[in-house]
């Protein structure tokens, strides 16, 4: 039932900025803990942020934390990832990921815990 929809991706040079969305269908959008994964050619699927389902809490992975930022906004059932100073090690396919809040907090870092997933979107940065 419910379905995430990603949008944002692209072609962008060293240091520029993009902005990922995710929007949510189907479900209550308060009710799940959001987050993105980033998957890059010959690599694992990455933990990037996650967010709390109110938005009180965020995390990041050390690779991005001060340059990326997660938010959501409840007015349109959507997730944002900034992303700042891009480099080339950034270019990836980048998906959102839903987990209800009855599964908690703890252990946003497993991509397992996420019951619900969008289509992924890449983003290439050149050099």
């Known amino acids: 039932q419910v379905r995430l929809v990603e949008h944002g991706g692209g072609l962008v040079q060293t240091g520029d900025s993009l902005r990922l969305s995710c929007a949510l269908f189907?479900?209550?959008?308060?009710?799940?803990?959001m987050a993105w994964f980033r998957q890059a050619p010959g690599k694992e699927r990455e933990f990037i942020a996650a967010i709390t389902w109110g938005g009180g809490t965020t995390a990041y992975t050390g690779s991005v934390k001060g340059r990326f930022t997660i938010s959501r906004d409840s007015a349109v059932n959507t997730v944002y990832l900034l992303m700042n100073r891009l480099q080339p090690e950034d270019t990836a396919v980048y998906y959102c990921?839903?987990?209800?809040?009855?599964?908690?907090?703890?252990?946003?870092?497993?991509?397992?815990?996420?019951?619900?997933w969008g289509q992924g979107i890449q983003v290439t940065v050149s050099s």
């Open positions: 990921a839903a987990r209800h809040s009855e599964h908690g907090w703890n252990n946003y870092l497993r991509a397992d815990e996420y019951g619900y």
């Open positions: 189907g479900d209550t959008f308060n009710a799940y803990s």
